[in-house]
């Protein structure tokens, strides 16, 4: 079942990932290079050099889910973010193949 949703955080591997890689050496990219910990329920975004694969690594209760996407044709754009978060709307956009050229976010209210 695919459990993620707005309520997560979604940081972005910055740089080309091995697709070989599984849940040991993903955790291990997550701790070493990305300074984060794989097991805080955060999501991960790995893509490979070319972009036509996408990796997503998530700790729930009793374990590591891995979701994975391979294009059969295209690539995966990629958004300019700050400090490699993505929101949830930019990750959808990604995996769906939209690439927003130019955009206008309004400000809208957030309780403190």
């Given at each position: ?20 890689k ?39 209760n ?46 809208r209210?957030?309780?403190?």
């Open positions: 079942m695919f459990s993620l949703g707005s309520s997560h955080r979604f940081y972005l591997y910055d740089g080309c990932c091995d697709m070989r599984s849940f040991d050496g993903l955790c291990g990219l997550v701790s070493s290079v990305m300074q984060r910990q794989a097991t805080s329920g955060e999501v991960f975004v790995f893509l490979n050099r070319n972009r036509t694969h996408i990796k997503l690594l998530h700790w729930e009793g374990g590591f889910v891995l979701y994975y996407k391979r294009l059969e044709q295209g690539t995966f754009p990629i958004s300019k973010t700050q400090k490699n978060e993505l929101s949830w709307s930019h990750l959808v956009l990604m995996i769906e193949g939209i690439q927003v050229i130019k955009s206008i976010q309004k400000k209210f957030l309780l403190p």
